[in-house]
């Protein structure tokens, strides 16, 4: 059965104090890995695809990566409005996402 | 990317009746899904919309309960039948374009009681 768990579950940083959220996953036949951020009361926004092992992906202070069995999501010196749920979902080869259950993070100014 | 929007953003509904949800997609996308998220909890598919046929549905979700509509590439409908207050949680709609990537809606809050 395909699996996504996400951890830890909450992460509190300083502002500054970079830190890496982890998805690890089981799936059969990964099409891609998804990251969100989710605001609270708002829909996930869409962040990164990444397809297969070793590739990377940036955005702003944001930087995602991918082997054979997780992703990692690395924040550089985080600023409080990065504050979010970030989720993390699998495509796999019937044509669902599969999400992790989330990281709540919350950076104090 | 895709632009979706939802209606209404939320609603508060007595027991025993029904909601339709609304969705529409600011261009052409290739699959249409709605999503139930509860609070706390992450998203939790419900049924992939087909253009002109019945939605697909996930184990536990079930046409008369939640039946959906999708008339054209960019609108779909989803339905809440007879709702009881374990309906209340927040729909989400989502599309996926061509290169395979899912955007979402801002969602319907739903209290139901």
């Known amino acids: 059965e395909d699996q996504v768990t996400q951890s830890p579950e909450a992460l509190r940083l300083q502002e500054g104090e970079s830190s890496s959220l982890n998805c690890s996953y089981t799936?059969?036949?990964?099409?891609?890995l998804f990251w969100y951020r989710q605001d609270p009361g708002k829909g996930p926004e869409f962040l990164f695809t990444?397809?297969?092992a070793g590739e990377e992906k940036e955005k702003e202070r944001l930087k995602a990566t991918l082997t054979k069995k997780e992703s990692f999501l690395h924040i550089t010196a985080p600023k409080p409005e990065d504050s979010a749920t970030y989720l993390c979902?699998?495509?796999?080869?019937?044509?669902?996402?599969?999400f992790g259950q989330g990281t709540t993070l919350q950076v104090k100014p | 990317s895709a632009v979706i929007s939802q209606k209404p953003s939320r609603d508060i509904c007595q027991r025993g009746t029904s909601l339709t949800i609304q969705c529409q997609v600011d261009?052409?996308?290739?699959?249409m899904f709605w999503y139930r998220q509860q609070p706390g909890q992450s998203l939790t598919l419900i049924a992939t919309?087909?253009?002109?046929?019945?939605?697909?549905?996930e184990s536990g979700f079930v046409i008369d309960k939640f039946p959906i509509s999708r008339p054209n590439l960019t609108f779909s409908t989803l339905t809440v039948s007879n709702m009881s207050p374990e309906d209340s949680s927040i729909y989400l709609c989502?599309?996926?374009?061509?290169?395979?990537?899912?955007?979402f809606g801002p969602g319907t809050r739903l209290t139901v009681l």
């Open positions: 989502s599309a996926m374009d061509s290169a395979d990537t899912q955007y």
């Open positions: 799936v059969s036949g990964l099409r891609g």
């Open positions: 990444l397809y297969s």
């Open positions: 979902a699998v495509f796999d080869n019937t044509g669902k996402l599969i």
């Open positions: 261009s052409q996308v290739t699959m």
């Open positions: 919309a087909n253009q002109g046929s019945e939605a697909t549905y």
